[in-house]
């Protein structure tokens, strides 16, 4: 049993941009792609940074208000021809991650860095797509039928001791509910360490008995 990849869910081909990519431009792309980050790379797709709204929504926050009793933060510099590029905004050394990473890693990635994206690399360190929380989030779109399959031929299937004939598995939203019997009570926690490690797992309820005493509730 393995996780999905980055591969099965990131966007493919990305848009990317240059460093001398203007303000403007960053912005038309964001809107035309519906997307909310984009990364710089150099001439051989190598990734430089990102820019994100939030680093675009600094230069509008940055802008003169006399109504407001906030301070303006700072923005960046436009250059000597007054243009602001993407080299200006990005944030530099970017979080990436790879194809065959698993969604489960990428995740674990995001949060640890507070991220929503994360550019994708190939072997050669070149950008190939772009992965978001909510490119992350599709496993939990997978049908209640295909998470029971799984749980039944590949997790209770392949645990020695366990007969998948003696254990019921329900489906519904995601949210798994697991009855019958195992031989041995050392093995609940196996089973069910294992049923939330399914893609597309929300929970896993605990009705499981063992030695051949079913639980109660």
Not at 37 to 53: A, I, N, Q, T
Not at 150 to 175: D, K, N, Y
Request: charged residues 25%; contains cysteine; hydrophobic residues 40%.
């Amino acid at each position: 049993m393995r996780h999905a990849t980055v591969e099965s869910v990131m966007t493919s081909p990305v848009v990317l941009v240059s460093p001398e990519t203007g303000f403007r431009e960053i912005v038309t792309l964001l809107s035309e792609y519906d997307i909310t980050g984009v990364p710089v790379v150099d001439p051989e797709g190598r990734p430089l940074g990102v820019v994100s709204e939030a680093d675009l929504l600094r230069t509008l926050a940055a802008q003169e208000d006399p109504g407001s009793l906030l301070p303006a933060p700072e923005s960046a510099q436009a250059g000597p021809d007054g243009e602001v590029t993407a080299e200006d905004l990005m944030t530099t050394q970017p979080v990436c991650t790879t194809p065959g990473t698993s969604v489960v890693a990428a995740a674990r990635t995001m949060s640890r860095h507070g991220l929503k994206r994360l550019p994708v690399l190939d072997e050669e360190g070149r950008v190939i797509g772009m992965v978001s929380r909510g490119d992350l989030l599709r496993v939990f779109l997978r049908e209640d039928m295909v998470i029971r399959r799984e749980i039944v031929e590949e997790v209770l299937g392949r645990i020695e001791g366990v007969s998948p004939a003696e254990i019921g598995v329900e489906v519904t939203q995601g949210r798994v509910v697991l009855s019958g019997t195992v031989p041995e009570p050392h093995l609940v926690p196996i089973v069910l360490n294992l049923c939330r490690s399914v893609d597309g797992v929300v929970s896993v309820t605990d009705r499981l008995g063992a030695g051949g005493t079913a639980a109660v509730g």
